[in-house]
């Protein structure tokens, strides 16, 4: 079987579809321990996104020391950016797993710092996005944000995000979620006579009293007559959410937002 699986794996090479051609370097490798290192400069020049992503996960797990060698290559060229934007993570994490050092220096996850999580402006999986945005509990997308119709009111809809707002916008409001919080969704804290606190986003203010809707997508009535002081509140969205993604869902999750073009 394994030459029928080789002859397969060579067919796949060739394949129309960049995801298929992926896939068969990463099976055709492994048949075929030297391809990626004869096959790499190829791939890296005319290759597909998808390809050599899928070529610098197999260098990453290479034992030899010219597999080595030219991730280190890679890493000094995605250092001085001479590499595109979306095999960053690719090259960080089979640097990291060799033993390079300088790779960890392509992953800034302090999001204190200048262009904080990088990586995750492009390279993603739009499907795979997809799914966590629907299907994370972990994050829980769905519950404050609308999109085709389904979702809560919590937070914007996301239909056409892709058109109004750019990458850089897209990752920092994962991250930063303070920092861009939409229009019309800004949250009150109320502090009532009683010493009680409400909060949640203002939905309607009427001549006696206040709507807002709280951070489960609930409605709160309050009485004007009961608020003794009105601040503004935090985003609906928890700081550390990003936290329950791995690097390479935040760049996924990315990526299918940025698809949402209307």
């Known amino acids: 079987?394994?030459?029928?699986?080789?002859?397969?794996?060579?067919?796949?090479?060739?394949?129309?579809?960049?995801?298929?051609?992926?896939?068969?370097?990463?099976?055709?490798?492994?048949l075929q321990p030297d391809y990626p290192e004869k096959s790499s400069e190829t791939i890296f020049k005319k290759g597909s996104l998808k390809e050599q992503q899928a070529l610098i996960g197999i260098l990453g797990e290479g034992k030899s020391p010219s597999s080595k060698d030219k991730l280190k290559g890679l890493v000094q060229d995605a250092t001085s950016g001479k590499t595109q934007p979306g095999v960053l993570l690719e090259i960080a994490e089979a640097g990291l797993k060799a033993g390079?050092?300088?790779?960890?220096?392509?992953?800034?996850?302090?999001?204190?710092?200048?262009?904080?999580?990088?990586?995750?402006?492009?390279?993603?999986?739009?499907?795979?996005?997809?799914n966590v945005f629907f299907q994370k509990i972990a994050v829980a997308c769905l519950r404050c944000h609308k999109v085709e119709g389904q979702g809560g009111d919590v937070g914007p809809e996301l239909n056409g995000i892709g058109s109004k707002q750019k990458r850089e916008y897209l990752l920092e409001s994962l991250i930063l979620p303070e920092k861009n919080i939409a229009k019309g969704f800004e949250s009150l804290l109320l502090v009532l006579s009683n010493g009680k606190t409400v909060t949640g986003i203002l939905k309607q203010d009427k001549p006696n009293e206040l709507v807002l809707m709280d951070f489960e997508g609930k409605l709160i009535i309050v009485k004007k007559t009961d608020i003794d002081e009105k601040k503004a509140g935090k985003s609906a969205m928890p700081a550390d959410l990003y936290k329950q993604l791995s690097r390479y869902e935040l760049r996924d999750l990315v990526e299918y937002l940025a698809s949402l073009k209307q």
């Not at 200048?114 to 739009?126: C, I």
């Open 100 to 130: 390079i050092g300088e790779s960890k220096n392509l992953i800034q996850d302090d999001i204190s710092k200048p262009n904080a999580m990088a990586f995750a402006l492009e390279g993603g999986d739009k499907e795979a996005g997809k």
């Open 1 to 30: 079987k394994a030459p029928e699986t080789k002859s397969l794996a060579e067919a796949a090479l060739a394949d129309a579809s960049d995801l298929v051609r992926a896939e068969a370097i990463r099976v055709y490798s492994h």
